[in-house]
């Protein structure tokens, strides 16, 4: 049994919305309120899936440790699970949870009407212990109000032995890395004070042109010479604004942006009972971390 007793509904059903059974946190409602409007509308008449983030784990891990009951933390507008997920042979139940509307949207979906959808918090999971074989997120934990809580109810749900993959932002090095993660913060609060999310979409969008022309553009330059050095260069896949402005959003409309060194993380998870072994993998664009719990 995966649900919780009182969540049984979903037995009879591939989606259930629980986010008004949860407590919901002062950070959740803002991300529901200006940030979730962008990928997590309901009313989104038409979603662009674009590049899979999972493959870079299939990459990393190797894809044979997806195995077994699935669940991803953080759907989004279903990228991974379409492009991926669903095709993965090696798994039985799969369940996706995510905070924004558009996830019962996502139900609807004749390739994914095999999945069990579930809007709630990830600080508050509806399932039992030691439900799922694999679970996978992709930049949720550090959007939350309590990293800490969101790792140790992700891990409280994996099975004895069981893999978690998930990826987050990374403390930043070096002059020039943090002053670009201060410009971050500075943004992030003059967003805020804003509070409009279509005014905030067309400021980010005019950043987005700027980005191209300090850090996209020259990148592409850079790599002619170097293609090692270009990949350090932020939004350096970008070729027009369309191409950078979801991950522009993505971190100046997020309610808070939690970012650790590597030493700062393997601290945590020393603390943490449930962890047996880790490995963090640590890149350009962040952390990608696989955590193995303890079999006891």
């Known amino acids: 049994m995966f649900i919780k007793e009182n969540f049984q509904q979903l037995v009879?059903?591939?989606?259930?919305?629980?986010?008004?059974?949860?407590?919901?946190?002062?950070?959740?409602?803002?991300?529901?309120?200006?940030?979730?409007?962008?990928?997590?509308?309901?009313n989104r008449e038409v979603y662009k899936y674009g590049s899979s983030h999972i493959k870079i784990f299939f990459d990393i891990f190797g894809k044979e440790n997806f195995r077994g009951n699935f669940?991803?933390?953080?759907?989004g507008e279903g990228i991974d699970l379409i492009n991926e997920i669903v095709n993965i042979s090696y798994l039985n139940e799969i369940y996706a949870v995510d905070i924004g509307e558009n996830i019962e949207d996502l139900s609807?979906?004749?390739?994914?009407?095999?999945?069990k959808f579930i809007?709630?918090?990830?600080?508050?999971?509806?399932?039992?212990?030691?439900v799922f074989?694999?679970?996978?997120?992709?930049?949720?934990?550090?959007?939350?109000g309590n990293f800490e809580k969101a790792l140790n109810e992700a891990l409280r749900c994996l099975s004895p032995s069981g893999n978690l993959f998930f990826y987050t932002y990374k403390k930043q090095h070096g002059k020039i890395k943090k002053f670009g993660t201060f410009l971050e913060i500075f943004l992030m609060k003059f967003l805020k004070k804003?509070?409009?999310?279509?005014?905030?979409?067309?400021?980010?969008?005019?950043?987005?042109?700027?980005?191209?022309?300090?850090?996209?553009?020259?990148?592409?330059?850079?790599?002619?010479?170097?293609?090692?050095?270009?990949?350090?260069?932020?939004?350096?896949?970008?070729?027009?604004?369309?191409?950078?402005?979801?991950?522009?959003?993505?971190?100046?409309?997020?309610?808070?942006?939690?970012?650790?060194?590597?030493?700062?993380?393997?601290?945590?998870?020393?603390?943490?009972?449930?962890?047996?072994?880790?490995?963090?993998?640590?890149?350009?664009?962040?952390?990608?971390?696989?955590?193995?719990?303890?079999d006891f």
């Open 12 to 42: 009879d059903s591939n989606f259930i919305n629980l986010l008004q059974s949860n407590d919901i946190d002062y950070i959740a409602k803002i991300s529901l309120s200006t940030w979730g409007q962008g990928n997590h509308s309901k």
């Open 71 to 75: 669940l991803e933390i953080g759907c």
């Open 108 to 115: 609807y979906k004749n390739k994914l009407n095999h999945v």
């Open 119 to 130: 809007r709630c918090n990830c600080l508050n999971l509806p399932f039992n212990n030691e």
């Open 133 to 144: 074989n694999t679970i996978y997120s992709w930049g949720v934990f550090h959007h939350t």
């Open 194 to 294: 804003i509070n409009n999310y279509y005014l905030s979409k067309l400021f980010c969008y005019f950043l987005s042109i700027f980005l191209l022309l300090i850090f996209s553009y020259p990148s592409k330059i850079i790599a002619l010479f170097n293609k090692k050095i270009a990949k350090t260069i932020p939004y350096n896949w970008g070729w027009k604004p369309n191409d950078i402005i979801l991950s522009v959003l993505d971190r100046l409309l997020a309610p808070i942006n939690t970012r650790y060194s590597k030493k700062e993380l393997e601290n945590i998870f020393e603390k943490i009972k449930f962890i047996k072994k880790y490995i963090i993998i640590e890149r350009n664009e962040g952390h990608f971390i696989k955590i193995t719990k303890n």
